[in-house]
């Protein structure tokens, strides 16, 4: 009677045990396959979702960065984010990440002449990409990276970076301007009609072509200039001011877009989500970054202390 029983815990037990193999391969099975199917964008997670999209992106969010101006009388006044984000989400696509929501917040003075521009004060403008940083921190993310989509950002979101080291912090905050490389540029050249622009011009306006076709009126693309005016001549190139673009390009159009097609469009694009993919896993594996800050900002509380490495 005693063996027996002994018999049927055993077996009860080796049942029990393959069934928990079962559930075990089961729910990693789900949770794998749950996890393949998370969104990349911010506001399309539910709450429950984010907790695991911080985990599969590794702590990496992208902040596609634009703002609100004046693209030719042809081309949405959200070009830029629209641009930044869809390199986002090809590149997130390939190399999970989280993207954060549509962000305009950026510098834009020199387009407030123009129609629809916002231009929020510097002290606005910063604090709102510090706070956004810092909240993005406090959800567990722990690399962000400014995904840059507009040349008048460029030196701004530079300052942005270099603040970093103002006071502790316990993330890192990354920059890039996606550029095509130089042998796409020259793909590029060979199938432009035009040699000249800079600004809702022939190649950003195929990018919106490829992106947003809907959004393009580029029935619209001859109706003003987008010639470079040259009323600053008498100062070198090499001089700054701040009135430089509005002087070259008033109507805040630089080239001439009538010839734009999808085909420059999409490989602009790709081109620039692909060098987005490799910085991406290039944060992913960086352990430095916040190990130096780290280091930094306890050396800058007592430099007398400091010691030569």
């Excluded at 989280?98 to 003075?109: A, C, D, K, S, V």
């Excluded at 921190?137 to 008048?152: A, E």
């Excluded at 809702?200 to 029935?219: F, G, Q, R, Y």
Aim: proline letters at 4%.
């Amino acid at each position: 009677m005693f063996h027996q029983l002994i018999n049927i815990i055993l077996k009860f037990l080796t049942f029990m045990k393959s069934l928990f193999v079962v559930i075990s391969i089961f729910l990693f099975s789900l949770s794998a396959s749950f996890g393949q199917n998370l969104s990349t964008v911010w506001e399309e997670l539910t709450a429950s979702d984010f907790t695991l999209a911080v985990k599969q992106s590794e702590g990496v969010c992208v902040i596609p960065i634009g703002v609100l101006e004046k693209h030719g009388l042809h081309l949405p006044l959200g070009t830029d984010v629209y641009t930044a984000r869809e390199i986002c989400r090809r590149a997130a696509a390939k190399e999970y990440c989280i993207i954060f929501p549509f962000y305009f917040m950026g510098q834009i003075f020199e387009a407030k002449h123009q129609p629809g521009a916002i231009a929020y004060s510097p002290e606005l403008m910063y604090q709102l990409l510090d706070e956004t940083c810092k909240e993005i921190s406090r959800n567990g993310i722990k690399k962000i990276v400014l995904v840059n989509g507009h040349g008048g950002n460029y030196a701004w979101l530079q300052y942005f970076c270099q603040t970093q080291l103002a006071t502790p912090r316990d993330y890192a905050v990354y920059f890039i301007t996606p550029s095509v490389s130089q042998d796409v540029q020259m793909k590029i050249a060979a199938l432009r009609k035009t040699d000249f622009g800079g600004h809702a011009d022939e190649v950003e306006t195929s990018s919106m072509m490829a992106i947003h076709p809907d959004l393009v009126k580029l029935e619209r693309a001859t109706s003003e200039s987008g010639v470079d005016q040259k009323q600053l001549q008498q100062l070198p190139n090499s001089v700054s001011t701040g009135i430089r673009w509005y002087s070259q390009f008033p109507n805040h159009y630089a080239g001439d877009a009538k010839d734009a097609n999808t085909t420059i469009g999409e490989i602009s694009i790709e081109d620039r989500s692909r060098q987005l993919i490799e910085l991406i896993k290039a944060v992913k594996a960086d352990q430095a970054t916040i190990r130096l800050q780290n280091e930094f900002f306890k050396d800058s509380q007592s430099p007398l202390n400091t010691k030569a490495r």
